[in-house]
């Protein structure tokens, strides 16, 4: 028989690193929060096919993201009383959607996608970044948290983490945190020093910061405190709208209904404002010049995936459910069912019975459905 986490004595209590693969942290980590989690997806895990397992589990090992969101998504038709079949045949192609669903005389395709808004290119950077952390999280600093202040990868190269090491393990052992906590008491957080590293290919300021004393002898402590502030303009509606163009176009017209099922795990922007965005157009405002009537409305552009101002398209797709579900935050994560109004395979709506958003005598009604703590019977409160 088949489990997705090994059966082994855990004792690590400690943060993943930067750079682990989610999955073997899941496996080895033994604190509270992380073992009700594994628990969960062990469960989910247990009634999976038996003939599918196999390949899951192979899955998630190699990445984690796409994987825990196809068995998310079993877990969660199988809870609204669906019927699921893992990889249908379709009738006009040997490509094969993820899920059939049946419920009742409904039948529909499923198929999931994790969109996350960097490319390849900044993906390989984050590693890049995350793997220099990992190499600097391990300088013994005893009294300290280093935040680093400025970090500018200069080439393409993997910096020499042994260098940058060596010479902040040098400057930090000049300093003694009870007389930088007196420089901050009398000059404020100005007065932490900060040190300084810079070659061809990097160039980094850290700042050693005092920690309260009974902190100070924590073993196996991580030497970073605080990492430089990330900013970021804009959402990531563009790259949901592309993913579900995508999808949408994979597989032609269909004999059945058709859901594609997206996973909003990017760092940008707001999962409400983005999936409506991507979906239905722009949001917009409009107002009269008349200054007795300003008549202010707000709107969609005619730039969604549903509607465009050449008219109707996608027409095969029925709709489209976006959430921004983690396996931390399960029975509190957002999402939403968005049908289309133009498809060509409707169906009832009210078989899904999940939170939606579709259009009425040419207004974007929306309908509450169960919550996921309902349908997973698991409290929101659940890893407290």
Known sequence: MHTLFDHIERDFHGSSNHNENSYDYYNRSARKDITIIRDLLEKWFSSYPENEKFELKKRFQKDFDPAFYELFLYSLFKKLNFEVVIHPDLPSTDKKPDFLIKKDELEVYIEAKVVNDKSANQQAFERKINELYDHLDKIICPGFLLQIDTLNV????????????DHIQTEISKFHPDKITEEITKYGFEAIPEIEYENDDIHIIVKPVPVIESAREIENKRAIGMFPIETFWGGSSDALKSSINNKAKRYGNLDKPFIVCMNMLASKGSMDWDAKTAVWGSQSISWSSNPENRNIKSGYALDGVFLTSKGPRLKNLSGVFVSRVFPSNIPNAEHSFFEHPFTENKFDLSKIEL?????????????????????FQIPENWLE
């Not at 200069?154 to 090491?165: E, V």
């Not at 309908?367 to 996921?372: N, Q, T």
Request: no cysteine; aromatic share 4%.
């Open 154 to 165: 200069k080439t393409a190269k993997q910096p020499s983490a042994k260098k940058i090491i």
């Open 355 to 375: 939170s939606a958003q579709f259009t009425k005598d040419g207004k974007i009604q929306t309908r509450k459905g169960k919550s996921l703590n309902e349908i």
